[in-house]
T-cell receptor, first 115, second 114 residues
Framework: GAGVSQSPSNKVTEKGKDVELRCDPI?????LYWYRQSLGQGLEFLIY????????KSGLPSDRFSAERTGGSVSTLTIQRTQQEDSAVYLC?????????????FGPGTRLLVL | AQSVTQPDIHITVSEGASLELRCNYS??????LFWYVQSPGQGLQLLLK??????LVQGIKGFEAEFKRSQSSFNLRKPSVHWSDAAEYFC????????????FGQGTILTVHP
C-alpha cells in the first residue's frame, strides 16, 4: 500500500510568512509523529498524535509552531512568522498504535527554506 | 534525559570491505534501539531494532547490530559493503514514554569507494 506522503516536497518562503506542511499517514495508522531535521540540531522530535488523545507537544520549539490532526488522519504542521532558523526538513512518521517497539514509517519530508 | 551519540560523522570504506558504525546511548533503563538509513532526498528507512532478547539482531540489507549493555553501545555492522549502501545512518533510542518518541544520534555519512 501507499506509504506516508508529505506535501509540498519543497517550500521556499520569505521571513515572516506563515507556512503549512501536510502529512498523510499510512491508512489505518492511528499514531503520527513530526520531526525536524536541520544542520545544526540533527533530527528532533516535534509533536505526537495518537487517536483522540491530547497530543504531546513537548518538542515544539516555540509558540510559532502548531499542528493539528483532523479526523484522525491527515496532519498539518503550521509555522507562523517564519524565521531563517526554521529552515529544515520536516519529516512525518506514522505507526499503528504508537507503541515503543513499533516501527515508525517515515515520509520523504518537506524541505523548507526561509529566505 | 536520553541521548544518543554517533562518534563518527563521516566514514569512507571500499566496496566489499566490512563496516562498523558506532552508536552509544545514555539512558537509565534498557532503551529500545533502532538503526535507520536515509538516502539522499528520501525518508528514513528502518534497518533493524532491539528491545529485548538476543543481543545480536539481524536487519534488512545484510545489516546486523549488537547491543552491549556494559558499553552502552549498539553498533551497526555489515560484513561486505555494496556501493548502494552509501547513505546517512542514524541510530535512535526510545523509552521513557509510552509511545516511542525517538531520540536520534547526529548521523554518520557513509561513502563507498569502488
Amino acid at each position: 500500500g501507499a506509504g506516508v506522503s508529505q506535501s509540498p516536497s519543497n517550500k521556499v518562503t520569505e521571513k515572516g510568512k506563515d507556512v503549512e506542511l501536510r502529512c498523510d499517514p499510512i491508512s489505518g495508522h492511528t499514531a503520527l509523529y513530526w520531526y525536524r531535521q536541520s544542520l545544526g540540531q540533527g533530527l528532533e522530535f516535534l509533536i505526537y498524535f495518537q487517536g483522540n488523545s491530547a497530543p504531546d507537544k513537548s518538542g515544539l520549539p516555540s509558540d510559532r509552531f502548531s499542528a493539528e490532526r483532523t479526523g484522525g488522519s491527515v496532519s498539518t504542521l503550521t509555522i507562523q512568522r517564519t524565521q531563517q532558523e526554521d529552515s529544515a526538513v520536516y519529516l512525518c512518521a506514522s505507526n499503528t498504535r504508537g507503541g515503543q517497539v513499533e516501527t515508525q514509517y517515515f515520509g520523504p519530508g518537506t524541505r523548507l527554506l526561509v529566505l | 534525559a536520553q541521548s544518543v551519540t554517533q562518534p563518527d560523522i563521516h566514514i569512507t570504506v571500499s566496496e566489499g570491505a566490512s563496516l562498523e558504525l558506532r552508536c552509544n546511548y545514555s539512558y537509565g533503563a534498557t532503551p529500545y534501539l533502532f538503526w535507520y538509513v536515509q538516502s539522499p532526498g528520501q525518508g528514513l528507512q528502518l534497518l533493524l531494532k532491539y528491545f529485548s532478547g538476543d543481543t545480536l539482531v539481524q536487519g534488512i540489507k545484510g545489516f546486523e547490530a549488537e547491543f552491549k549493555r556494559s558499553q552502552s553501545s549498539f553498533n551497526l555492522r555489515k560484513p561486505s559493503v555494496h556501493w548502494s549502501d552509501a547513505a546517512e545512518y542514524f541510530c535512535a533510542s526510545a523509552g521513557g514514554t509510552s509511545y516511542g518518541k525517538l531520540t536520534f544520534g547526529q548521523g554518520t555519512i557513509l561513502t563507498v569507494h569502488p
